[in-house]
Each structure stands twice: as structure tokens, then as C-alpha cells.
């Protein structure tokens, strides 16, 4: 993966693996599955117990550096986050990647970890030369120096540092739910290694990361397997929120989540209409008068889909999405409650 220039500098390539997660980002917002999350849950906890044993020191605890999966810590933007191998859909939908065919975080070569837009980098360009970032494996952190942000394009190659450096890599826009083909890139330099426990002595680290698991009352009529995002033409637009949701709750892939069952409201209510079954939307939108106006007809998309997420904390609490079927905008609003989430109102213009 990396070309080595001059004794200083390498040019890191990063065209396959942005293409593979560019790809990846076609169809994740309604093909998510739950993933099984131990190795995530087990490296925060282990971050947990090495940054709040009483009595540590960066003077008194001697601790040898590995490498390996472990947690990125950014705190100008409030991420702390797991990192573990692979590039595909198994970790990003529970973790930020590692690109296995570069380095690991550490002291020497270049590493590559990569996450899923709307998701743990969905604030990395916010981030500011000489902010710092933390990447810990167990008792020992390494501690990173941002150099720069930068737009590029997939397969554009990166200049960064020779030796110890990392790159942090998503889509842009950082809030895009469509393939885009540019990229969002943090490079950063290695400057020092420190024990875990001087980092923090408060225990922030979150116990378990966020997760969003809503139910969608769905007719017999409609297969689920007919609502994913790669069996409709569907433009989609943004991700934004609104509420008071935690930086942990949007710094992970909850939102991921939350969007998932929302598109589910979405598709139900287009296959429904289209074929005019009054019965299957008071399955999914109880008390809400139907929609007579664009029932019966094949329905296009014309607009982009923009979705906006009501949180309060960690909890959903709420939905809407805008979007333009046969020129004709629609507006639908959904209330989550008992776990489950439906339309409680809409509007046509």
C-alpha cells in the first residue's frame, strides 16, 4: 500500500480500500444488521478499567507498548471509539476499521483506519492542526499530532510522514447517506508514548456504545426483503439532527441504526401506496389518515431524501423525512415509543 518517497515523507495509496468502503456506504443505511459487538464492548471496557485504576502514574507503572486493536481517543471532538481489524461491513457496523494491510498504530509506518460517514468520524472535519489523538492498547497510548484535514477524491494518493503516522479516512460530506466518491482524510504524526492511566482519571470512557434496535410493525403483504435500499431507486440526501443527542450517540453508528428503521417507514409507505392497501398503513401508521392522493400509481423518486433524527441523550425519540415522490414533496413524521417506531403524521405539498 505505501510507496516510500524520499527518507522523510511517504505517499500512502489509499484507492482500494476507499473504494471498498465507498462501496460499502451504497447500501449500509438499510441493509444494517446487528452485528455481534464483544470485541468492541471488551476493548472499551478494557480502556475503561486501564484509564481509572486508582493509584496509577505515568512515573510509577511501567508498561510495554504493543499493538493492535485498541481505542482511538480524540478529545477535541469528544470520540472515544474501538478500532478493530478489517474494512468490511462485520466491524464498521460496531467499530472503526483498521486497514490490515498497513501498520498498526504506533511508533513506525503509516496506519490507515476508516469508518462509515454518520457515524465515529462523522466530526473528524472539525479537527484543527495540532489537536492531539490517542490510539491505546492496553496500558500504553500512542499520542498523535494532527498535521492536516483534506477533501480528496478516491484513489488519489496521500502524502504523509515516513514513520508513525496516522490516517483517519470517511466519506464527504461527513453526513452524506449516498455513494460519494470524495473522501475526508486526517492525517496526523506520531510525538509521543504515555500509559493510558495519565490520559484520564474521570472514567468517561463510555461502559457499552450506543444501539438503536426499533421495530417496525409491518404487514404480512410487505417483505422485508422488498424495503432494503438496493431494491428501490431512491435518492438520498443528509443526515442531521435535532434534540439534544450526545456526542457519543453521533459519534457512533447509532445514527446507522435509527436511519435504518426510519427508511423502513419510508419504503413501507411507497409499497403500500403503490399498491393502494389502506389496511397495511394502519399497520405501520395507526390513526393516520391514508394518503389517497398518491395511492394507486407507480411512485419515482425526484428528490433527494433528507433525514432528520430527534434524540434526547442516547434515546430516539422521533423522526422526519423529506423527500419528493412524483414531484410531489412529502413530509413524514415519526414518534419512537416501547421500542418500536411509526408515523404519526405527514404532510403533501
Known sequence: ???????????????????????AGIGYPIWWKLHSDQGAQRLLQQYRSETTIPGRSSTTTACNASTGPGILSIPAIGLIAPVQQGVDDSVLNVSIGHNPSTAWPGTSGASLLSAHDVS??????????????TYSVGCASYVFRVSKGIVTKVGAPIDVPAKGS????????????WYTSQRYIVTAQYVSTVPTSSLSKSGAAPTRLPQVALQVNLPSGLDQASLSLSANNQIMGTLSFDGAPTNEFIQSNAPLQFEASALT??????HTLEANQPSWWNMFAPGVPYPSRLAGVSLRSTGALEITEQVNG??????????????????????????????????LS
Open 314 to 347: 442516547t434515546t430516539p425519540v422521533g423522526a422526519t423525512l423529506v423527500g419528493a415522490l412524483n414531484g410531489v414533496q412529502v413530509t413524514l413524521h415519526a414518534k419512537v415509543s416501547s421500542g418500536a417506531i411509526a408515523i404519526d403524521s405527514y404532510t
Open 1 to 23: 500500500m505505501a510507496k516510500l518517497g524520499n527518507l522523510h515523507r511517504a505517499r500512502l495509496v489509499v484507492g482500494i480500500t476507499l473504494l471498498l468502503v465507498a462501496a
Open 265 to 270: 417507514l419510508w419504503f413501507a409507505a411507497i
Open 120 to 133: 465515529f468520524f462523522s466530526r473528524i472535519d472539525e479537527l484543527k492542526p495540532g489537536q492531539t489523538i
Open 166 to 177: 496516522l490516517i483517519l479516512d470517511t466519506c464527504w460530506p461527513t453526513n452524506a447517506l
